[in-house]
């Protein structure tokens, strides 16, 4: 039951139309564990382009994680090719991995995986640290991120002060602050009630309305609805890809 | 509370690793005091062998006119005091005498008492076997040829019961056992014990003939050669017993208005490493012991620091335990009791091993000095009560200083157990993030800083030590002693015998030179005497104050053969040598002096051809700096008396004559025939020595001493660089640095496995926080100097700590150390480095474990 919409091309921001931000092509992730193979991801095709709202659903151990980790360059595909910004990035090593983890990509988790000995101000700061910024252009953008969700209040509070949802939007903040070219969500709403979901969602929503590139792993149908576009996986493959017009 | 001590025995057992590691650090940490303090109490505290210790004194004879002064006493003085006195129940008289036991051509040294025949009485003592020695064997002139011998003697027989009756053969004299002492006597000292008790009437057989010259004999009044010690009657305090005793001394005094002038009795506390005419001999000895005891117990607070560290660990993972234990309605105070319980089960686990390594530690530090030391050493190995009571003591305060701790804070920690936090995660708010985590680790670096600089501090004293330099050139030297009067030779005779076996010596192939010396330096005896410019008539009361007025200087005395300055490569400054004759037939007085005592009598013109004399021993003289005598020996030249004028005829180098001899003091040598003395050594100076042919070389030395006499004793031979290695107060200083290493080293470890565990554990926690890190691009390089920097700041803040300590223990320990500043600079650059490198590479391999952390699965909670 594979269908395939295709709908005319939105661009949001100025990308080109014939390199996408990110090209997965016959992607695969095997886990050997105990002699046992795990096909986690088996020929994924993907392309996400500039601007795009991407939402990957799909059940429970269908390999949503792993897609993320791999687009994330936090795993090495086991066979296929890796392409971001039109760069080769399947086979670098563990420090170029690290570098252009820390400039491209944006992480959100589902349990937000704050610094719990940091404040919040130092947890946003924590990316443009490792990428050697000096502490005067640090402040501008850890200000910028935090006036965006709505957190430069709390700057000075240890993530245990704050309650949930006000933890992911630190998070969110400590994605954004560095400017990547895309945000990674897996499940942003999972550890959240749901007045405090809706306003994650929300959120990326505006992201999304400003020319942020996201992909997000989520459950929630109402959710994957602010996506523009939604990849159903199962069993490690894309079973539908669907475009919703905006 | 034995329900708690199951509970606690339950809960150890149920986490075997954690009951394993930590009663290893404690026993480690308990089994260094234990054995520091079965030594030091041996020493210094535990109650002698003899009954009633208490009522027991040391009488002195002191010098009215100059109370440093004191002298032994004469045989017919000590009658007059016990006959008189009125103050002891009773007193006995003794005096140690170095000799030779065994048969003819196999003898060897040891040390003997001649004693009263009320010895043994007077302490107290049951003899295992046999009887006391009877009032007429003590009699001077009597020459009661019985013995009663030690029980490691008897021990050495295999407890022989015939060993009663048989015959023991001292310096050369037959005697007869007629007792056999108990076992763990060992006379009026405490390790250090005579091996055979002789009567009074055979002193002047088996005395020491060190000073033959004025040799006075047992029944003579003006002798100087017994110890005096007395038990107080019933109530009688030493206060109450002065004026009685002065009063005494007084009626002495009118009565031999000689041979008693100017002398005063007093007593004091029976010496326990020593036997001294002088009751402040062993002060130093005992400084050492808080010493000890103090680093000991600092390596048990370490040891002790780091246990409580790994409990605070461990109980981090049961704070769950304890939140629910309290929510059940168990008070604080119960839980800190449990805790408590637990940790003095873990203690008294790590107390049993901790005596066992403790005991055998001691044991191996005893059998070491026995090795050197020519006296049998009675160490009783194995627990005594004041060996357990204090292990348990230690196991009580090693509790106290690592469970409390750790049981409030756990206590207290567990009524807020948040719920928000990730189980199990370290999640610490600290204020003070400025300030290193874990600072119990920091203490345990910065006290085991201290701990290896003290080490260090006493392996350089040990390094300069062992390399001291003895002056002496004497290239390819053997050593070899021999003593003709156990052999049975009078003086004359054994005068003959060396001179021909000089010869031999020197005949030999490959020998360049022999020679014989009363003395070889830096060996277990020294001896001194008083020499002054010749003609000083010193008025009894003057207190001459320069060499011109009279004053009398201390100088190292010695008796050699015309061969001696070559061979021990001193070069004759000045003058000549002694010629053959001079050195082999008493002839017109000469002496060779070194160039410090010349300096000392003629400050300003040359001693060379000028005349000198020996100063009787009550004459004044010039301090003369460090004199370290071996053992509880008899003392030398008690009673010279000033004679004939001696021309200085030659000047020699100043040479050391003992290792804590700091500066030469002075020296005067005279030729052999005028200072005989029949426990001699030659040396025997070869063309080269190869090590193959070292054993050949004693075979062929020894092989030469038999042909010249089969039955003279062999009492020592050795090359001069083993004699200078096993030299007794080198053995002190080795083990002083043998024991600060093992106290620094097992500081060191244990403050660096702590420096270790709580990294690694705090790795191992922060793993999550780690991989977020990662997943924000921290590179491996981040990590590492993240973790490693927190490491850093630890091992800086206990270094800083600890340099003080370590300049603080330097200054305790600056009056042991040999020839080493308190802050020398190669120890305080060693100690830092060393432990700034095992402290570094405890931090590096945590932290590359992690660099390893696969974010992954560090994030893969949810
Ligand atoms: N490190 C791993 N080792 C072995 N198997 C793994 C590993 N990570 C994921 N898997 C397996 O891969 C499959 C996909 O997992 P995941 O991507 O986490 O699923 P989802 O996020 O869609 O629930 C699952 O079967 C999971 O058990
Ligand atoms: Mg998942």
Known sequence: MTSTQVNPQKSTSGGNGTTPLIRLDSVTKVFLTDEVETHALSGIHLDIRDGEYISIAGPSGCGKSTLLSILGLLDTPSDGSYALKGHEVANLSFADRAR????????IFQSFNLIGDLTVYENVELPLTYRGMSAGDRKGLVTQALDRVGMAHRAKHLPSQLSGGQQQRVAVARALAGKPAILLADEPTGNLDSRNGEAVMNLLKELHAGGATICMVTHDERFAQHADRTVHLFDGRVVEDSRVAA | MIRDFKFALRQLLKAPAFTIAAATVLALGIGVNTAVFSLVNTLFFAPPAYSKANEMVQLFSQDIKDPKKFRGFSYPTYLDIRDQNTVFSDVMAF?????GIGQKGDTRRAFSAVVSSNYFSVLGVQLARGRAFLPEEETPGHNASVAIVSYSYWQKQNLDPGVLGSQILVNGHSFTVIGIAPKGFVGTMQILSPEVWLPMSVYDQVANDFGADDKTTIADRKGTQLR??????????????????EGLAANLEKAYPVEQKDQTFITAPVARNSVSNNPRAEGGLKAIAPLLLGMAVVVLLVACLNLAN???????????????????GASR????????TEGFALALLGGVAGLILGLWSSDLLVASMRKLMPLDIVWLAGPNPAILM???????????????GPALKLSRSALVADLKEHAGEDVVRRRWRFLPRHPLVVVQMAFS???????????RGAGKAASADSGLRPGASYVLEVDASLAGYDPARAQELYRNLSDRLAALPGVEHATICAVVPFGMFEQSRKVQRAGMHVAPDAKPATAADGLAFEASWNSVGADYFTTVGLPVVRGRTFSEAEATQPGPKVAIIDEALAKKLWPEADALGQRIQFAPTNAVSADSGGTAHAGGSADVNESSKPEETIEVVGIVPATRHALFEKTPGGGIYLPFARGF???????VRFHSLSPENESNTADLIRRTVREVDPSLPILSLSTFAQHLDSNLDLWLVRAGAALFSIFGLLALGLAVVGLYGVKAYSVARRTREIGIRMALGAQAGAVLRMIMGEGIVMVATGLGIGLLLAMATGKLLSGILYEVGALDPVAFTAAPLVLTVAALIATWLPARRATQVNPIQALRTE
Request: proline share 3%; with cysteine; glycine share 6%.
């Open chain 1, 100 to 107: 252009i983890r820390n400039r491209e990509i944006g992480f």
């Open chain 2, 95 to 99: 005096n140690l005498a170095f000799v």
């Open chain 2, 228 to 245: 005096i010690m007395g038990r107080l009657k019933p109530g009688v305090t030493p206060v109450a017993a002065k004026p009685a005793l």
């Open chain 2, 310 to 328: 790994m409990l605070l660990a461990r109980g981090t993972a049961r704070r769950k335990e304890m939140a629910v234990r309290l929510a059940l």
């Open chain 2, 333 to 340: 105070w119960r839980i800190v009791r449990e805790l408590l």
């Open chain 2, 390 to 404: 204090a292990t348990f003591g230690f196991c009580l305060l090693a509790t106290l200083m690592f469970a409390l």
């Open chain 2, 449 to 459: 800083l201290a701990l290896i600089t003290a080490a260090a501090l006493f392996i």
């Open chain 2, 677 to 683: 003395q029949s426990d001699i050594s030659f040396f």
